[in-house]
């Protein structure tokens, strides 16, 4: 499977970005998928996590109730919903794979960078 995250941007603190990652090759309906994060001079983070079925999310105690993370598996992609965003959510933001219910991540994609202006 091979990943592509886009929808990233520059935008003022308060505001909202949606980004997407889409999926090619392989079967993508059987994944889990996770969006992670990384600014700069830090480690990545894990952002959230949708289950292979669309019904079973997860989220880092830092973005919940301000991003929502979705998938429609017709069109290969899933998606962050990020709204509420603060200069600390300045990162490059990748998408990845794993095995449904199961945090082995993997098919690391190219990031698209997210940049929040106070």
């Known amino acids: 499977v091979q990943l592509q995250a886009s929808g990233g941007g520059l935008v003022q603190a308060g505001g909202s970005l949606r980004l997407s990652c889409a999926a090619s090759?392989?079967?993508?309906?059987?994944?889990?998928m996770a969006w992670f994060r990384q600014a700069p001079g830090k480690e990545r983070e894990f952002v959230a996590s949708?289950?292979?079925?669309?019904?079973?999310?997860h989220y880092a105690d830092s973005v919940e109730g301000r991003f929502t993370i979705s998938r429609e598996n017709s069109k290969k992609t899933v998606y962050l919903q990020m709204n509420s965003l603060q200069p600390e959510d300045t990162a490059m933001y990748y998408c990845?794979?794993?095995?449904?219910?199961?945090?082995?991540?993997?098919?690391w994609g190219p990031g698209t960078l997210v940049t929040v202006s106070s």
């Open positions: 990845a794979t794993s095995p449904d219910g199961r945090p082995q991540y993997a098919n």
């Open positions: 090759g392989g079967t993508f309906s059987n994944f889990a």
């Open positions: 949708i289950r292979k079925n669309g019904r079973v999310t």
